[in-house]
């Protein structure tokens, strides 16, 4: 009780300091709720799942002693082995990784894009945020209609006003500047051969390409990914991107730098303002990617690291920090740590809590979640293990339904968000022979991004991660646009270390809203005793949003019945995650990519 107490005392000093300033902010966007809310809902579910499923791959699983490289497609982890085999980093391969991603999988991720990235050597552990940019120009009125209704989401994408300063090329060169060995030249050699001869069309390409109705419509677009009769180029076709060849060897004869000054910044401004954006070349000139330490917290007898916001990492932490305190009730006398079975997932009662834990930290983050430069964010609250507490003591056994955010210290006055949007992208982790780990999600956002291509770049549209409404319910949106401020994001890159500062674990994963789940399900297995690289990116997808619990087909039967019997609204649905999972077993390394995409996990 006087935890609860002192919750609502906060929260009553809170609304009184700020009622004030929420007026002000609301007043010049009051909207009818009820369209505003169903509007904001069919956003939310455009963007449910960010790209479609493609069925199954064989899992890809690996073992090596030296080295690791795990990424969504064949061409890419080859890239990356080229460069630790020429005695290059895990930030070098990581530069070859995605510039080859960005031609062979462009629907996911780029240089057109943005990206976190985790970097783990001597114990430490550094976080590089290349999260796009609002330009100068925008406000808070940005995806609101003249009658103040939000935009539908197609409508958003355009006029290139949904694209972002992009990130990604920032955050390579600051990873690449900070631990790379190998020339960056060298790094991009392997994408620039694949442009000028022509990059092979994966199945899954092929697929989406011909799902998208946007495409068709795209000027820059529908020539490139569709034949003469607007049909998807097959798979196998060999896909040719002289204009990105061009682009990147402008990038290896001078450098990062280039894409952000000079003649190539001006050609990529003046191609995203010719199709209607307001982007300027000093928005573009003065982006820089952020570098921190990552976000750290004591879990159990290991340390867990991840992205800070405006990434994800905050929320996972707060996930499993609310699960353990509630495993802690419910099972005093063991837990996920007393678990040693390889092959152990969580129990039907465990995974309960688990997505009531869920359940929790999603409320929160919808209303606290965006970015700390620009909104205060309370980081710290949200992860003090005596606000775990006071969250797990709100699980019973049975389901809780739609629950309301709760009040951390530090808790600006905040509406809850309804928009459940964000990037979904691509995932990689690699381990280099100096025993450096690296993991890195990059998005373009939509699959296909803004349908805009410039220099052979497709570009992001990753603006619409922001909330289309700047208030609701009377209070401000914390995620709302603003001028210089970078969207909310779920991705969330995360590595564990033992007690000594060695890695033990790298994680990450595409999905849209849905990578928290994601990610917290592999973290929470892997605590519980299941340690298995191809067992942990194979497992059922279990998760919730603060609403129904949504689970994949295979999801076993046993488990699926307690849930329903505990009152959870489940729904079984196609998750397209692209798990990629890098172990310390002993003295080896295991990596395994998702069998949902196209990956590959290889060693050396």
Known sequence: MPALRRSALLLTALLTAAATAASAEVAATATPAVSAQAA???????????????????????????????????????????????????ADAAVAAEAVLGLVEPQSSGFGGGSFLLHASAGMVTAIDGRETAPASADKKRFLAADGRPLSFDDALAHARAVGVPGTVAAL?????????????????????????????????????????????????????????????????LLRNPEQARLLRQLAARGPQAFYQGSLAASMVDGLRAAGSDITLGDWQGYRARVSPALCRPLQSWRLCSSPPPAGGLNVLEN?????????????????????????????????????????????????????????????????????????????????????????????LAATDRQWREAGTSHLAIVDRQGHWLAMTSSIEDAFGSRLMVNGLLMNNQLTDFSFMPALDGLPVAN???AGKRPRSAMSPTLVLDDQGRPLLAVGSPGGSRILGFNTRVLAAWMNGLHDAGALVSLPHALNRNGISEVEENLDAATLAELTARGHDVRQVEMTSGLGVILRQGRQLQGAADPRREGLAAGI
């Open 320 to 412: 499993l920090g609310i699960w353990l305190a509630a495993e802690a009730a419910a099972t005093p006398a063991a837990g996920p740590a007393a678990a040693t079975s390889t092959h152990a997932d969580l129990s039907a009662a465990s995974l309960h809590r688990l997505l009531e834990a869920e359940r929790l930290a999603f409320a929160d983050r919808q209303r606290y979640s965006a970015d700390p430069a620009i909104t205060p964010v309370p980081v710290d609250g949200l992860l003090d293990p005596a606000y775990w507490q006071i969250r797990a003591s709100l699980i019973s056994e049975r389901a809780a339904g739609v629950v309301a955010a709760g009040v951390p210290a530090g808790a600006p």
């Open 40 to 90: 904001l809902q069919a956003i939310a579910q455009r963007q449910a799942t960010p790209e479609a499923g493609s069925g199954r791959y064989p899992l890809s699983v690996a073992r090596a002693s030296r080295a690791m490289v795990v990424t969504a497609h064949p061409l890419a982890t080859e890239a990356a082995l080229a460069m630790l085999r020429a005695g290059g980093s895990a």
């Open 173 to 237: 060169a600051e990873a690449h500047r900070r631990w790379g060995r190998l020339p960056w030249a060298r790094l991009l050699q392997p994408a620039i051969n694949l442009a000028e001869r022509g990059a092979p069309v994966s199945h899954r390409l092929s697929l989406l390409s011909g799902q998208d109705r946007l495409l068709a419509a795209s000027p820059s677009l529908r020539g490139f990914f569709l034949d003469g009769d607007g049909k998807p180029w097959p798979q196998g076709h």
């Open 480 to 482: 709302r646009v603003a």
